[in-house]
């Protein structure tokens, strides 16, 4: 009889758990009950999260419950995600995101550009890439980003009658293109980046993020664009009729007040992002506010009582599990402990040898445990631990380790824009595709965080 995967990965998480809880570790390195509790606790979580046992949330809730129910840590501390914006943050974009798409602004914007600029292959390529930077602005979610940039680019693809073996092509190109173009912006992926800039000590503007990030990211979007035109060639040369796509795009009518309305309060947003170091408003809640205003009669009227259910329980649920792992690892030294056992005994003098052997680590771990929030809550507070004390400082760690691992897949369930996008029913493309862009894209992941070390050094963070 073939066990099933979930049933295996129920019982391998039960029995890490049980192991850890009782074997003494002391030998290893020192660590409190408490901590060790945690590690026990945190490692069933992460076995589950890697094996699927249940959707993300539901094992998030059973690994919260349990820090309180066990004594582990208090509820002030499981849930301290709360009482920063990084929560609140999420909730806003999430809202921002709805109006942007239930408006129509975002595609309006998306033909567009595509009618101005795509007149070939190459150019398409480029667009999909270009347009995921200049929505990642706008849209602050890569999902819904990325099917509206195919929506639209299969509008293109078929009015090029393209066949369907370069249809998939595109439909994974569009989910790649969100790995590096979210990572531009604090906003680029409200559920990611307000995590990793929860770990800077003084907090982390929305300019301060662009400035660490532009760099890395820039050469990771070109490489990974690169990889594309070379990997995923047409069959047939491209031929448009740009008279269907025209209709596509008349079919939305004239700009709406709807649309108007969400395009003053999108610039309202992203003044107030931009000048956060001057006025001092959180960005955190200065988004939940411009979220919440588009509900608003006369002023809004963008969203509705059911636009709520855009904002996934779920994923924030797995957010404060995810953000709780470095919290509670924190307060009980479980973060401490790892980082004495896994990591060298120093710090690296020379900054690139760190960035390889944060990027190293990383990547193996990340190989095995799949999720990209699983590996954050794991790596990022242990490196910090490792580092402390040594002039690097904690959002350059983190910014690397979310580097090294956002970028990086093989399978698309090493990242969840590749997994989203993966299937029949969504962009058409399987695996395969997935392996034959990842496999070269490793390289990639050690060059980006290569230039992290180099760049961060000029900015003096390391």
Known sequence: MKLDKRVVGLLAGILA?????????????????????CLALTLMTVVWWATGVAQPAYVSAVYLALLILTGTADTGTVFASWTKMQMWMVIG???????VKD???????????????VRGWTSLVVSIFALTFILSL???????????????????CDAAKMSRADKIKVGFLVFAAAAPGSMFFLTGDATLNPLVASYAADGCSFIQWFVYMSVPMLVAT????????VLFRPETQMRIDFDEVRTKQAALGRVGSKEKR??????????????????????????????????LPVIGEVITPATWNSVPINTLVFLTAAMGIGTVGEATGMNAWIASVVLPDSVPGNALVLALLIAGITVIIHMFMG?????????????????????VSDIAVAMMVFSAINIHYILPFHNLAILVGEGEDNAGYSSKEAVRMGTPLTAVVFVVVLVEAVWFRLLGLM
Not at 17 to 37: E, T
Not at 93 to 99: E, F, G, K, S
Not at 277 to 287: A, H, K, R
């Open 222 to 229: 070109l490489c990974t664009l690169g990889l594309g035109l």
């Open 262 to 295: 969400t395009v003053v309060w999108l610039v309202i947003a992203i003044a107030l992002w931009l000048t956060e170091s001057m006025t001092g408003l959180n960005i955190g809640f200065v988004t939940l506010l411009v979220g919440a205003v588009l509900a």
């Open 138 to 156: 706008l849209i602050p979610h890569p999902f819904p980003r990325a099917f509206m940039i195919l929506a639209v680019m299969l509008v293109i």
């Open 371 to 391: 999720s990209v929030m699983a590996v954050l809550g794991i790596c990022v507070p242990a490196f910090i631990a490792f580092t402390a004390g040594s002039g």
């Open 93 to 99: 974009a999430y809202l921002i995101a709805a109006a």
């Open 103 to 117: 408006s129509g602004l975002g595609e309006r914007i998306a033909y567009w550009f595509a009618l101005k600029f």
């Open 17 to 37: 758990c049980a192991l850890v809880w009782v074997v003494p570790l002391d030998g290893l390195a020192p660590i409190s009950a408490a901590g060790q509790h």
